[in-house]
């Protein structure tokens, strides 16, 4: 067995560079008592309100709480949001330094109003064009300064469509993290799905593949999955395709070597934020370790483990810690 106490401690060693959208989450909780005269909706009587950071910056929230050094990448609106979003940043010991603001875009904020743990409805305010092409520029000028400046061992392209990966974006970055041999990692979105060439990581959910690749009827079995790999490799000619299966756990495949991983028994409160959890830490433990079985292992414990909390939020190390020591002795 890996000594998994070793293994974390040498999370403290690893820079990481996270690029893509990142955004503000709100919730407001109340509770619900009557339906409105003015319209057959309820009513929510708000108790609280709280911020938490969200996309691809809920990642770097990951990674910085299980130690490693994260760094956001990204472009906000020039907004009240950005500056919360930024003292959440600070208070957490994320590095923005290569961040900036943009005249032309606002920052993302989806506000979620809960009542009794279900939500009830969100609102997203948000511009989701791609970059203009003087904003690609500064972002990639950020880049490189970063990696010169940095040296990180990992980059995560993190995408939610909201325009701050642009397929120029991805391209450069691919190539200069090549060229200085850092590890990439992508959690992608449909938009830009088949942009994201010669990654060493490619971690879509099962639904997201389907969807790429038209396939109607897929369960989760091993023979398929390794004949999607095959399928995404024809395009995309990557290094891991490590795919979630929800409930039924992970799959991943390196060359010939390839599983699913099944989940660990949960009571699932929310879903949200998982895929985040478990790309932050597959590519911790990828970057220590190289090893693509325990790096599916451990991101799939991850992930069930967040699964149990309200809303996004960032993986409990020392719980994670145990429940590995736990479930893979």
């Given at each position: ?166 397929e120029n974006v991805i ?94 028994l949960r009571s699932i ?61």
């Amino acid at each position: 067995m890996e000594n998994v106490t070793q293994l974390f401690d040498d999370f403290a060693s690893v820079k990481v560079g996270v690029v893509g959208d990142v955004m503000l989450d709100t919730y407001m909780w109340g509770a619900v008592e009557r339906i409105s005269p003015e319209a057959p909706v309820p009513v929510v009587s708000l108790h609280k309100k709280e911020q938490r950071i969200g996309g691809a910056g809920n990642v770097a929230l990951n990674l910085q709480a299980l130690g490693a050094k994260a760094f956001v990448l990204s472009v906000t609106g020039d907004d009240d949001d950005a500056q919360c979003l930024n003292q959440l940043f600070a208070a957490s010991g994320i590095n923005t330094g290569y961040c900036f603001q943009s005249e032309s875009r606002i920052t993302t904020n989806k506000t979620r109003v809960i009542s009794r743990n279900q939500q009830m409805m969100r609102l997203d305010a948000e511009i989701t064009n791609d970059l203009t092409t003087e904003d690609e520029e500064h972002l990639l000028q950020n880049f490189q300064r970063f990696i010169a400046t940095e040296k990180p061992q990992v980059v995560i392209l993190e995408d939610y469509n909201k325009g701050v990966l642009t397929e120029n974006v991805i391209h450069s970055v691919i190539a200069l993290c090549k060229e200085a041999g850092i590890i990439t990692a992508v959690d992608p979105k449909r938009k830009n799905f088949f942009a994201f060439k010669g990654v060493d990581i490619f971690k879509p959910n099962l639904k997201e593949v389907k969807e790429a690749l038209n396939y109607l009827h897929v369960d989760a079995q091993l023979p398929l999955l390794k004949d999607i790999h095959h399928n995404l490799q024809n395009f995309l000619h990557h290094r891991i395709s490590f795919i979630t299966l929800s409930e039924k756990g992970v799959f991943y495949q390196e060359e010939d070597s390839a599983a699913i991983i099944p989940s660990h028994l949960r009571s699932i409160a929310d879903v949200s934020g998982a895929g985040d959890t478990v790309i932050a830490v597959a590519s911790l433990v990828y970057a220590v370790k190289q090893n693509p079985y325990l790096m599916a292992e451990i991101a799939n414990i991850a992930g069930g483990l967040v699964c149990e909390e309200v809303g996004t939020a960032a993986i409990d190390k020392l719980k994670l810690l145990h429940e590995c020591e736990l479930l893979l002795s």
